[in-house]
């Protein structure tokens, strides 16, 4: 979502309407204690060559993801001064043991120009639910030794996931990155987008924190800008310590692309201004970010982010793409109901559905959504539509999805959503207020845990947006926690019987700090499609 959401429309209060304001009160957080988990080995940090302070040519670290039972990718990338033209070769290997001697698999693969010198490997043959650790080796040179989890195989008892999005660099530090690193036992890290933004230095998220400047310091248009935004970024190291600790599963959301993006623009793509026509943008905003991330691609041309994860018994993982191939955002009543609006793209909603029934079908605990934007329904009756951004602009779209879930009876689903820089902790139901009971949660179809961003700026941070809070907890009836001033991610755990979603936020993105304090927890018992306080 946008800067300019910053500012979604505020609605005309009538006096009585404060005055509830003022009785609104807040979810109160609950203290259980923290969950130990599977813990496996931590990787300290390792050194770095002294001279240069960095690993010779892999200056961006190294990364994993989509893990599957029996594979992983893995990604690095080479900088070299001379970047020949015909590549850089480049030896993998992936062993079961921290230093690197149980070596499972090794191979070779070849750094070249037209992929901006990154590597992706997907590296197959593995066990299910095993920790194993893997580098890169170029000449007589080591990449960092990163650690990758594959997925669970069917008897899965438990799984910890932590779920991050919206990164902006010039913001502030990347503090909720460290944190995550230091977790020693996650399953992996769901990213649901924002990983970059796009704007020019100084036009977004600067001023307030450190001095972080964005390459190219000009809006990321072109392939070169991308590639050149996302080594920027990649070249935190805590966001590196990140990658090399856990695997991610991520998806984009707009500002990988730009501001609002939809599959035929965006509000912040001006050829006007020479930024040229939408879809050589688009192409390359996605062929940097697949580049970029230790995403398994998909075959085929187009934009195709969407694709699924079997944690075992336990879980499937959906991930969703809500921003590469929606319809354009709306600003007339008439088109938020207009059944020919998408949100998904029809095959990727026809997808969707044949990934929650046979998820159903096969008896799996939980299905998650990991996508973009807020799906559950924040319009009162009556309000202007606060965002047409989020599934509130594409009603639609979004009883498609409900209506699946009633009719196939779809049951123990969570959305896991980002983009709006709060914490929200919400129960999902067709209408919050006419057939939803707050007290029991009946009438609630599913849950949705919103993540706040890692360091963008918050949304309530603004004076008249801080009014806004305390609203709409009045008015939510479904809202179970919401706030808006903090950084941070949330922490999920998973059984067979329940999920517990707890928000993290960490005191500051002004200095470096692995502090970290938790905010809320929530759990979803099996069946109940309810959230209530741990
Ligand atoms: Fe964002």
């Excluded at 901006?116 to 197959?124: H, L, N, Q």
């Excluded at 066990?127 to 008897?155: C, E, H």
């Excluded at 047409?388 to 959305?415: H, K, P, T």
Aim: negative net charge; glycine residues 8%; charged residues 25%.
């Amino acid at each position: 979502m946008t800067c300019d959401l910053y500012d979604f429309p505020i609605v005309a209060l009538s006096r009585r309407q404060f005055i509830w304001q003022a009785a609104a009160s807040s979810v109160g957080v609950a203290t259980t204690k923290l969950h130990e988990g599977e813990w496996s080995y931590l990787l300290h940090a390792q050194s770095p060559d002294s001279s240069t302070g960095t690993f010779g040519p892999f200056r961006h670290g190294v990364a994993s993801g989509d893990p599957l039972t029996d594979r992983v990718v893995l990604w690095t990338r080479v900088t070299s001064n001379e970047s020949p033209s015909t590549g850089i070769d480049v030896e993998w290997r992936i062993a079961t043991d921290p230093s690197m001697d149980a070596v499972a698999a090794r191979g070779n693969v070849r750094a070249a120009s037209e992929h901006d010198f990154t590597v992706k490997v997907d590296v197959g043959d593995l066990r299910p639910g095993r920790t194993y650790y893997y580098a890169f080796y170029a000449g007589a040179q080591r990449s960092p030794i990163g650690r990758t989890k594959t997925l669970p195989a069917a008897d899965a008892a438990r799984a910890r996931l932590a779920l991050l999005c919206c990164s902006n660099y010039p913001s502030g530090f990347f503090n909720v990155y460290r944190c995550v690193a230091n977790r020693a036992d996650l399953d992996a890290v769901v990213h649901v987008g924002d990983y970059i933004y796009e704007f020019e230095n100084g036009r977004y998220g600067d001023g307030a924190g450190p001095l972080r400047i964005p390459e190219p310091r000009r809006e990321a248009v072109s392939l070169s800008d991308y590639r050149i935004r996302y080594a920027t970024y990649r070249s935190d190291p805590d966001l590196q310590e990140a990658h090399r600790q856990h695997p991610f599963i991520a998806v984009w959301d707009d500002h990988e692309l730009t501001n609002d993006a939809w599959s035929g623009g965006a509000s912040n793509h001006n050829p006007e201004q020479g930024e040229g026509d939408w879809p050589t943008r688009q192409a390359a905003a996605y062929r940097a970010y697949l580049e970029w991330m230790p995403i398994r691609e998909a075959p085929g041309a187009g934009i195709h982010l969407y694709r699924s994860f079997r944690f075992g018994s336990l879980l499937d993982l959906i991930m969703l793409d809500t921003r590469g191939l929606r319809d354009r955002q709306a600003n007339d009543p008439a088109a938020f109901v207009d059944p020919k609006r998408t949100m998904l793209g029809a095959a990727q909603e026809a997808w969707l559905f044949d990934e929650l029934r046979s998820s159903q079908r096969a008896g799996t605990a939980w299905r998650f959504l990991g996508q973009q934007v807020l799906f559950a329904r924040v319009t009162p009756p009556g309000w202007p539509v606060l965002s047409s951004d989020l599934w509130d602009g594409y009603q639609a779209a979004r009883d498609r999805v409900l209506d699946f879930l009633a009719n196939e009876s779809v049951r123990d689903v969570a959305v896991l959503s980002g983009d709006l820089h709060s914490s929200w902790a919400l129960d999902i139901a067709r209408d919050p207020w006419r057939q939803y009971q707050p007290a029991t949660g009946e009438g609630s179809m599913a849950v949705e845990l919103l993540a706040p961003a890692i360091s963008s700026p918050p949304l309530f941070a603004t004076p008249s947006m801080r009014e806004r809070a305390p609203l709409l907890r009045t008015f939510l009836p479904h809202l179970k926690f919401l706030d808006g001033d903090n950084r941070g991610y949330v922490l999920i755990d998973l059984t067979p019987k329940q999920i517990q979603a707890d928000w993290y936020h960490v005191p500051t993105v002004l200095e470096r700090t692995d502090g970290e304090a938790r905010a809320a927890s929530f759990v979803c018992e099996k069946g109940s499609s309810r959230l209530v306080p741990a």
